[in-house]
């Protein structure tokens, strides 16, 4: 097995082409993705168009959320939301580009298993909506739930932040040297976020699969780009460029 596990793109696409590269650079051609290829970011449409060429891809919350009515946004989001769906949709009616897009999103599963291998946006036990914090290790009936409901390996995004949950701990790359080899042991592995990394490190980040290793890679992308074509976007708020040079 030799893969890349990408997710949380949110519509930025220096982050995505920066990213889609470096794995390239590795051998590698088979990628999944996690989901939230759009939300906050100035490029959607560019985003899907690259993700639609992918081997497996999952819903994520902003995704669905540009489908139909989001729920559970703050403004700056939900302004972000409801911009992406206009850019989806066209200015002018239905083209064959935007049905595509549409077609695509709402086909995309919530759930994606292979044998020990679990793949959602969230948690095992909602995987489009749900997150797994750090520190809800302290909440052993949380924890406990949902490693009950995974076989063993548990792939996910939606917080933004990557790691390990294993025993009820959490663990960050660089606590594990940015390298974890899977064992019997179940786990939950958090690949981070290509577009919007929120651990304090600003470079995209993704995760490589090979045979029973798990590798955590950080990528540096043209982020001055980005941050000024969401500051030329009305609706999308200059927070959202100033969180990707602080990575929070
Ligand atoms: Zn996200």
Redesign the pocket.
Known sequence: MKRAII??I?SNLEALEAVLEDIHQQGISEVYCL??IV?YGPNPRECLEKVMELDVCIL???DEAVLFLPEDFNLVALRAIVWSRDQLKGRHGESAAAIRHQDFLGELPRIHTEGDFMFVHGSPREPTNEYVFRDDVYYGPKMEALFDRIKRYCFQ??T?IPGLFIRREFFSPEEFNFQYRLTDEKVMINVG?VG?PRDRDPRACYVLLIDDQVTFRRVEYDIDTTVKKIYAIEDLENSLGDRLRDGR
């Open positions: 997710s949380d949110h989901g939230d939300g994520g919350n902003h995004g939606h933004h976020s919007q």
